[in-house]
């Protein structure tokens, strides 16, 4: 495809109290929808049906359009709503059991009493929502030819399953904020006026709208997200539209190792370095929080000493200005601004610059981030950022019509690209005591993750503990050989004396 998702937003003035009520009541019914929805189909039992979006329209939405006690208790809320708000909870039920895959996949890898042939029908079950809907419901899928000659209980691995799952499974998706509606083209519609351009939105009254006035004179399409800031009354409209990849440059690379981190951005197996700002700007936010939190904890014991003394007034004052949350959300966000613009800016000059074909990265999915290899930087921020530069570096690689290829983290940062051996990772510098070759530690390791990539052996399944196992036998089996290749060289010496 030679085209991307790509969200666009459309912003409006500010709107009166009356808008604002309605906007309101559309939140908090489309809300309790959604959640109705997600406490409905999030089940195990449910697993089978929400698979996709065509599967959840075919078995949820037609059956609940002919159910008389759906119809009455989704009196007050319009079809196009309610039919809006089963899509979304769909693809957020979706979202959970993909997570919920991750999750049961690494215990199966994780868990020493599996043999390989038992792993692997784990592994195949855990292949995607539906196949594993079919142990969850006792139903036995028909095996691929690949495991017809794997030796394993299927009755036992189908309860190991099962039990993983409840184990992984956690609390049902709920939307507590009440900020966000969904509507489609048929619940909106633009009008342009000598005033500007207004955006007219079904309400939950049955034939009524609003008229709200936007910002600029783009007539979006399809289906929209209105997000409702009550604090600065005013909306958010989001549309998601397919938008053009940027074109394939000539001399493209085939293939680069990439290793993320917070102190250097991206460092590449080629041995450049992208940015390098990100870590101060994150530090300044964390050592701003920590000290507005410090004021902002005694300020707190001021008022609660004053709400025991029977002061309300002056309380009142103190939790507006000083512990509110409006206030301190909005400063928190700001300080985040900088560390985006940095991040985007050194993934832009990274796809520029080295103009790759395939990034391999490692797959962090599984494994934290260390706080304390960056002090001073808090553990939410950390895992924020994180998150934060794995979705843009999957968004500019598709942009740039990049391949990217997950490979298994472990022991990449501790191990040598030259003769394969541990070698030792102090701060920001790899020495190996085999070879005596020294590096950058985060250089060196987007080296072993290039090389990674080309190791049949270590997938991205494998746990830690075997991926040392495999590194030490293999540094083992090459130190054999070397003894057995000196051997017939000393046996020479010897007859001919």
């Not at 039920?93 to 784990?122: F, G, P, T």
């Not at 500019?396 to 940062?413: G, L």
């Not at 040392?468 to 017939?488: C, G, V």
């Amino acid at each position: 495809m030679n085209r991307i998702k790509k969200n666009i937003k459309q912003y409006s003035k500010k709107l009166d109290q009356p808008t604002m009520m309605a906007l309101d009541n559309n939140c908090i019914q489309y809300g309790n929808t959604y959640n109705y929805f997600t406490s409905r189909y999030s089940g195990i039992n449910s697993s089978a049906i929400t698979v996709s979006q065509t599967s959840t329209r075919k078995n949820c939405r037609d059956v609940l359009v002919k159910d008389k006690s759906f119809q009455k208790q989704m009196a007050k809320v319009p079809a196009r709503f309610w039919k809006s708000a089963l899509d979304d909870a769909g693809a957020t039920i979706r979202s959970m059991w993909s997570n919920l895959l991750n999750k049961a996949r690494k215990r199966v890898s994780e868990n020493e009493h599996l043999n390989d042939d038992q792993k692997q029908y784990c592994f195949w079950c855990l292949f995607s929502q539906w196949q594993i809907s079919q142990v969850l419901t006792y139903k036995e899928p028909e095996l691929p030819e690949s495991l017809s000659e794997c030796k394993f209980d299927r009755r036992q691995l189908d309860n190991f399953l099962r039990r993983t799952i409840r184990k992984c499974k956690g609390a049902i998706p709920v939307n507590r904020r009440k900020r966000s509606f969904l509507i489609d083209a048929q619940q909106y519609s633009y009008r342009d006026t000598e005033e500007g351009t207004f955006i007219e939105i079904s309400t939950m009254d049955f034939r009524k709208r609003i008229s709200i006035p936007v910002k600029d004179k783009n007539h979006l399409k399809g289906s929209l997200r209105v997000v409702v800031d009550f604090d600065n009354s005013s909306v958010v409209i989001n549309s998601l539209i397919m938008a053009k990849k940027k074109k394939r440059k000539p001399g493209r690379r085939k293939a680069i190792g990439l290793d993320k981190g917070m102190k250097k951005t991206v460092a590449t197996s080629t041995g450049n370095v992208y940015g390098m700002d990100v870590n101060s700007f994150a530090k300044e936010k964390s050592d701003w929080e920590v000290e507005r939190n410090a004021n902002r904890n005694r300020q707190r014991s001021v008022w609660l000493k004053l709400l025991e003394s029977g002061n309300d007034q002056l309380a009142d004052i103190i939790l507006a200005n000083n512990i509110g949350d409006k206030h301190y959300t909005k400063q928190a966000n700001r300080k985040l601004e900088p560390i985006k613009s940095n991040m985007n800016h050194a993934l832009d000059e990274f796809f520029e610059t080295e103009n790759p074909r395939e990034i391999i990265v490692e797959d962090l999915t599984w494994s934290k981030w260390n706080s304390s290899k960056n002090p001073g930087v808090n553990r939410r921020l950390s895992s924020w950022m994180k998150g934060y530069l794995d979705e843009r570096l999957i968004y500019k690689a598709e942009q740039h019509n990049c391949k990217v290829t997950y490979v298994n983290p472990a022991y990449t940062s501790q191990l040598c690209p030259k003769c394969h051996h541990l070698g030792i990772r102090q701060s920001e510098s790899f020495t190996c005591p085999n070879c005596g070759h020294q590096a950058d530690a985060d250089l060196n390791a987007a080296k072993n993750i290039l090389d990674r990539k080309k190791d049949p052996e270590i997938t991205v399944y494998i746990s830690a503990k075997d991926v040392k196992k495999i590194i030490l036998r293999r540094i083992e089996e090459e130190q054999q050989k070397q003894d057995t290749s000196k051997k017939p060289k000393k046996a020479k010496k010897a007859k001919e004396n």
